[in-house]
C-alpha cells in the first residue's frame, strides 16, 4: 500500500514539485549501488522532490524486442512513471567499462520520453566509471536529454559499507548531486514545459506535434 501511495502522489502531484525517477540498475540482492540511489532519493524528498523508485531487481523488464515490446501489457504504465518524470537518477554497477545490462535494457525501452530531460548517473566502480559514465552520457545526447556534468563515482568495501554509506567524502558528493539535481532538474523541467508551450525554434519544438497525442 505504500508504494501505490507514494506512486500516486507521484503522479498527481503539484506541477512545481520536482519528479525523479530514481532508477537502480543492478539486480545484486546487497547491491551497494542501491545504497547510493536511496541516499540520494530521500535527500532529493526531503527538498521536496516526489521520487518514484525503480529497481530493477524487483520490477525487473523483460529484454527489449520492437516485436512486441512496446503492446506488451507492462509497458504502459512503465511509459506512464517515466513520462511523469522530469529526472532520472541512474545508478548502475560498472561491468567491464560499460553500464549493466538492466540498466541498458532499461534506457532502451524509451527515447522521447527523456527529451529534454535531465540524467544524473551515479556508478559503483573500481576504476572511476568514467566509460559508463560516458556512455550514460551517449544515451542522453542520442536522446537529446541533459546529463549532469560530472561523474559521482564509488567504491564498494571503502566508500559502502555494510549497507551505509562510510566515506564523508562520498557522502559530500552525494550531497552536491542532490543539491545539482534539484537545482538544475527544476530550471530544465520549467525550460522543458515552456520549450513545449511556446512556438520558439527550440530543439523541444520536434515534440510539440505529440503533445496532443500524449507521446510526452
Known amino acids: 500500500m505504500l508504494d501505490l501511495y507514494v506512486r500516486l502522489r507521484y503522479l498527481f502531484a503539484m506541477s512545481d514539485s520536482l519528479k525523479v525517477m530514481a532508477v537502480i540498475g543492478s539486480l545484486h540482492q546487497s547491491s551497494v549501488t542501491k545504497v547510493a540511489v536511496h541516499h540520494v532519493a530521500e535527500g532529493l524528498r526531503k527538498q521536496g522532490g516526489l521520487v518514484d523508485v525503480l529497481d530493477l531487481s524487483v520490477e525487473p523488464l523483460p529484454l527489449v524486442n520492437t516485436d512486441t515490446t512496446f503492446t506488451a501489457d507492462y509497458y504502459g504504465p512503465l511509459k506512464e512513471r517515466v513520462k511523469e518524470a522530469d529526472v532520472f537518477v541512474l545508478g548502475t554497477p560498472d561491468y567491464h567499462g560499460s553500464v549493466s545490462g538492466?540498466?541498458?535494457?532499461?534506457?532502451?525501452?524509451?527515447?522521447?520520453?527523456?527529451?529534454?530531460?535531465?540524467?544524473?548517473?551515479?556508478?559503483?566502480?573500481?576504476?572511476?566509471?568514467?566509460?559508463?559514465?560516458?556512455?550514460?552520457?551517449?544515451?542522453?545526447?542520442?536522446?537529446?536529454?541533459?546529463?549532469?556534468?560530472?561523474?559521482?563515482?564509488?567504491?564498494?568495501?571503502?566508500?559502502?559499507?555494510?549497507?551505509?554509506?562510510?566515506?564523508?567524502?562520498?557522502?559530500?558528493?552525494?550531497?552536491?548531486?542532490?543539491?545539482?539535481?534539484?537545482?538544475y532538474g527544476s530550471l530544465l523541467a520549467r525550460a522543458r514545459q515552456a520549450g513545449l508551450a511556446g512556438s520558439e525554434p527550440t530543439f523541444m519544438a520536434q515534440l510539440r506535434k505529440n503533445r496532443e497525442k500524449s507521446d510526452i
Not at 544515451?139 to 566515506?167: H, M, N, T
Open 102 to 183: 538492466a540498466l541498458k535494457n532499461f534506457t532502451d525501452h524509451f527515447w522521447k520520453e527523456f527529451t529534454g530531460k535531465l540524467f544524473a548517473p551515479i556508478v559503483a566502480s573500481h576504476e572511476k566509471g568514467l566509460t559508463a559514465h560516458d556512455q550514460i552520457r551517449t544515451i542522453a545526447r542520442q536522446c537529446y536529454a541533459w546529463c549532469l556534468p560530472y561523474a559521482v563515482s564509488f567504491e564498494e568495501k571503502k566508500d559502502v559499507i555494510d549497507g551505509q554509506i562510510a566515506s564523508d567524502a562520498f557522502r559530500e558528493r552525494l550531497e552536491m548531486a542532490v543539491h545539482d539535481i534539484a537545482t
